[in-house]
């Protein structure tokens, strides 16, 4: 069974500042990996991905992840955020070996950055 | 230009009621998904369907209804049967594959009134 763990309900951080949110999972084999973003009544929307190769993932508006497999972690991380990076953002993974391809989803954690 | 439409935006539900939620898509996807969101609950999966004419349950299946008749379309009925069902309803497809993401559409706020 795959599951993904989101810590962290909600994370604060001054406008400028790193931030870092953070992502567990738990697959049978090696996971594919996911980060989403919500803004208010919106869908998700795609962030970046880790399927093989270099851990560090660099995707869209400056994000990044680290996939550390020790860890069992895909922490999604902005060096400089912004006001306007403040949204719901998930974590979602798939085991390719566990037979579905069907992603699981985190509950989501909200990021707010104050200015 | 290529994307996933939900419609309505908003919708409200009479008790006793059923409602269809409207989810197009244009991508060529095999997959299609139906997800429920409730404040600090995440995304739970209703129903999923990997090709047309066939479909199946996800975690909270019960109370609601789909088909999946053609490539580009799958409703979702929610049914007087559905107890609670005033939430945020978010359509996804995708390429079907594991190594791929999920495009998602503006989803449909759906209260009872």
């Known amino acids: 069974a795959q599951s993904v763990a989101q810590p962290e309900d909600q994370v604060n951080v001054a406008e400028g500042n790193p931030l870092t949110v953070k992502c567990t999972y738990s697959v049978s084999g090696n996971p594919y990996l996911f980060w989403y973003v919500q803004y208010p009544n919106r869908g998700l929307q795609f962030l970046l991905k880790?399927?093989?190769?270099?851990?560090l993932v660099k995707g869209s508006y400056g994000f990044e992840a680290e996939f550390n497999k020790s860890q069992t972690s895909f922490h999604l991380k902005k060096p400089s955020a912004l006001v306007s990076d403040s949204a719901l953002y998930f974590c979602a993974v798939r085991d390719p070996w566990g037979g579905s391809y069907i992603p699981t989803f985190g509950r989501g954690t909200s990021l707010i950055v104050h200015p | 230009d290529g994307g996933i439409t939900q419609s309505p935006k908003y919708l409200f539900r009479k008790e006793g009621q059923n409602v269809t939620l409207s989810c197009e898509q244009n991508l060529n996807h095999d997959a299609m998904y139906w997800y429920r969101q409730d404040p600090g609950q995440g995304l739970r999966l209703i129903y999923y369907?990997?090709?047309?004419?066939?479909?199946q349950k996800g975690d909270i299946a019960e109370g609601y209804s789909v088909s999946r008749e053609k490539k580009e379309s799958f409703p979702l009925t929610v049914t007087s049967a559905q107890k609670n069902p005033t939430a945020f309803y978010l359509c996804?497809?995708?390429?079907?594959?594991?190594?791929?993401?999920?495009?998602f559409g503006q989803g449909t706020r759906l209260t009872v009134v």
């Open positions: 996804a497809s995708s390429m079907g594959r594991e190594n791929t993401e999920a495009f």
């Open positions: 880790y399927i093989t190769g270099d851990n």
């Open positions: 369907s990997q090709i047309v004419n066939d479909f």
